[in-house]
């Protein structure tokens, strides 16, 4: 556990609100927190260094140390099954029989139990559990003086087979039954044992399925669950036992249909007590069923297809750590970027955070909007690349010394692989994100500081600031919270450096804004890409389904490309009809390594309409330099098209060239090795597309293209071409809405 951290409830605030800050402290004495202001968060000592202004005279505290606990792992908790009759020894009044059923689909095998249904209480030793482990699926009964009665069937299920397995406890005959059967007739396997005089299955606790939690233990189960009942008689053949809500089976306390509110944190239960429950960290949901058909690839359309939830030992949604202080805006803070740094015993975190302008009014012409569903989308990306010369670096530099590849414990990003191979779709900001902070490195870069999202995105916020151009600060959040009228009274909105996830309300803003006469500046790659799913009811969180194509690092299983939080298709804006240069002129082309090249002047430099970008500019060669892979026009590149959208009369003022066989055209594109979807040959593709388009509503694009070109504005103290054409753009555009 990192010694010292935290998080935010809330990424942005306006003057008068208040942001609640939750820390961790493993330090003997209180900690220190204060106030300080970002300009420019890389440590390069090649580029202008870090400039993070301490604020402390406006906002310094400190707090008590305390360590917050963190505990991965998903599971549904029913608190309200703690008034189920069953419970009491097998020799009380209130004993009866009891049978357990569920369908399951294991993903993982592992050296201990995985509990798919539990109702177990830990001090006592009482209750059951039905499992499954190595000696198959197991049912485990509480018994007098702390020793349970453990039965198993011997083999384990198949890995991503469905199965029916059971628990039956028979107080008539004396005996507990546990079995397993293979929903495509495959073997059937049961085997009983004598209940034991003291044996307590009852046990006045929350029912959790997907889970047994006692002390220690934590036997999270990886796979799917669909269906769990639990009946008061002793079934003979649990096998045929079926949840149908319309004909509920014969001694029916509970059963939770799970394809009821996919959309949400709760699970139903179709039985007459309805002992619905509430999901914890977040499991996936949207998933096939034991009864999905393949007829339907939308869960809305055949929800009982869908029926089942998707646990995994290492989900985490919400930390839900206590907060240590809050930190009420004042009126006459700037609208910024922010950290709250925390000092004790030698370590240092610095909790980042916007303040946005005044509501109702802006406070600069200028508006930036930060990309935190993409920094999201990315929180804690485990790379495996930590390796010595990388923390050399970071030792060399005084980086951020903390590595999502060092702490699982805070969860994976939706770049990485749950541990039993399926793909993380969720992503919450309520944990501590490392790859959030100023100072951090993503790449070890040969050739500059190797930094992206929000640090990188620094490299435009110092570059505002040389200029002396006043800017304001919102969030993705905030324009999908506001809209395009959020951004209607500014002469310019600039993107970051590489604003890659989009809500249908945020592509819509963008687009309403244009659609005003507004003017944006992208001023990254990669942008407008993926399209993702929030809901108010799961907070703090991003889904992505990473269907059909794409640069991506896993793959939507077949049948579960549509959201759970909103129900819509997922996968790229492009396959949903909305591709990049529909909006920006733009759209993703190529890849490479973390690497940079320049771009050439095209002859739509010389273009009446667009000749003033260039003002100043001679150069042919633009941006052979910069901070990030070093140069400006690298990484990931976005080209003009015309057959994807890019408006007509858009002028391409440069082109970038000079990529090695390591760059590849994006898989979208390609319809063969040898043929694209547009016809263009593949090597050409490899470009970024340096692009101004006027709009028929008056708005204007300007594009750049290149994921890196921000990492060249300080170059030369600020003196170079790429710094001058941005200039151009944004006095151009300004003075237009004067």
């Known amino acids: 556990m990192i010694p010292l951290t935290g998080y935010t409830d809330r990424l942005s605030a306006a003057p008068g609100e208040r942001i609640a800050f ?81 369908l399951v689909w294991p993903t993982l095998a592992a050296a201990r139990e995985q509990c798919a249904v539990s109702r177990w209480d830990e001090s006592s030793g009482a209750g059951w559990a039905l499992s499954l482990g190595p000696g198959g699926v197991t049912a485990r009964i509480g018994g007098s003086g702390g020793a349970p009665l453990v ?138 069923g034991a009864r999905w058909t393949g007829r339907e690839m939308c869960w809305r359309h055949a929800p009982r297809e ?77 790379r495996g690349s930590t390796d010595a010369a990388y923390r050399e670096r970071v030792a060399a530099w005084g980086a951020y010394p903390n590595n999502p590849d060092d ?78 009228a959020l951004l209607a009274p500014y002469a310019t909105v600039l993107t970051g450096s590489h604003p890659e996830y989009h809500t249908a309300r945020t592509l819509d803003a963008h687009a309403g804004y244009l659609a005003g006469g507004g003017h944006l500046v992208y001023l990254g790659g990669n942008g407008f890409y993926w399209r993702i799913a929030r809901n108010p009811a799961v907070p703090g969180v991003i889904e992505v389904r990473r269907a059909e194509g794409g640069i991506r690092t896993w793959d939507a299983q077949v049948g579960e490309s549509y959201h759970a939080l909103d129900g819509n298709y997922g996968g790229l804006w492009r396959r949903n009809g909305r591709p990049p240069q529909q909006l920006v002129g733009v759209g993703f082309s190529a890849q490479g390594p973390f690497e940079s090249s320049y771009y050439r002047r095209q002859p739509g430099a010389d273009d009446p309409r667009a000749a003033w970008i260039m003002e100043g500019v001679k150069d042919h060669v633009i941006g052979d330099f910069g901070l990030s892979g070093g140069g400006a026009a690298g990484f990931e590149l976005d080209r003009a098209d015309p057959a994807l959208g890019t408006p007509a009369g858009a002028v391409v003022l440069a082109s970038s060239e000079g990529y090695g066989p390591a760059f590849m055209v994006v898989p979208e594109e390609l319809l063969s090795h040898i043929s694209t979807v547009t016809g263009e040959k593949p090597a050409r593709m490899l470009r970024a597309d340096m692009t101004y388009a006027e709009l028929p509503g008056g708005g204007t694009v300007f594009a750049v293209g290149s994921i890196t070109f921000c990492g060249s504005l300080s170059h030369n103290r600020y003196d170079n071409n790429v710094s001058r054409i941005l200039r151009n753009v944004l006095d151009r555009f300004r003075s237009r809405s004067a």
């Not at 939830?309 to 009420?328: G, L, M, P």
């Not at 490392?434 to 929000?454: E, Q, V």
């Open 306 to 382: 869908y029926a089942a939830i998707h646990f995994h030992e290492d989900d985490f949604h919400d930390a839900d750590w206590a907060t240590d202080f809050e930190f009420t805006v004042p009126e006459d803070l700037p609208s910024g970027v922010y950290v709250m740094r925390l000092a004790a015993d030698g370590h240092v975190d610095e909790l980042p955070f916007y303040v946005r302008p005044p509501r109702g009014r802006r406070s600069a012409d200028v508006l930036f909007i930060a990309s935190t569903y993409t920094y999201q989308a990315y929180a804690n990306h485990a």
């Open 22 to 102: 939750k820390v961790s402290s493993t330090a003997a004495g209180p900690y220190r927190a204060s106030l300080a202001r970002v300009v420019h968060a890389d440590p390069n000592p090649a580029g202008p260094g870090v400039k993070i202004e301490d604020l402390a005279h406006r906002f310094a505290i400190e707090q008590p140390s305390r360590a917050q606990p963190l505990a991965l792992g998903s599971y549904a908790r029913v608190d309200a099954a703690a008034t189920l009759p069953t419970t009491g020894p097998t020799t009380g009044p209130t004993a009866g029989p009891l049978t357990v059923v569920a």
């Open 407 to 484: 702490h699982p414990d805070y969860g994976r990003s939706t770049y990485n692989r749950h541990r039993d191979g399926s793909g993380i779709c969720y992503s919450s900001r309520l944990r501590p994100v490392l790859t959030f902070r100023p100072r951090y490195l993503t790449f070890l870069d040969a050739r500059g500081s190797g930094m992206r999202h929000f640090s990188a995105d620094t490299h435009l916020l110092d570059w505002l600031e040389t200029q002396g151009i006043a800017y304001d600060v919102v969030t993705d959040e905030d324009v999908e919270a506001e809209g395009a």
């Open 151 to 288: 039965l198993a069937t011997g083999r384990a299920p198949a890995l991503r087979r469905w199965h029916r397995i059971w628990l039956v406890v028979d107080p008539d005959a004396g005996v507990l039954r546990v079995g397993q059967a293979a929903l495509d007739g495959g073997e059937r396997l049961e085997t009983s044992a004598p209940l034991l005089p003291g044996a307590r299955p009852g046990a006045p606790a929350p029912l959790l399925l997907g889970a047994r939690l006692a002390g220690g233990a934590r036997e999270h189960f990886n796979g799917k669950i669909e269906d769990p009942l639990l009946l008061a008689v002793a079934v003979a053949a649990p096998e045929a036992v079926v949840l149908d809500p319309l004909l509920p089976p014969a001694g029916l306390l509970a059963g939770w249909d799970f394809s009821r509110g996919i959309d949400g944190l709760d699970v139903v239960d179709v039985g007459p007590r309805h002992l619905g429950g509430r999901l914890v960290n977040l499991p996936t949901r949207a998933v096939t």
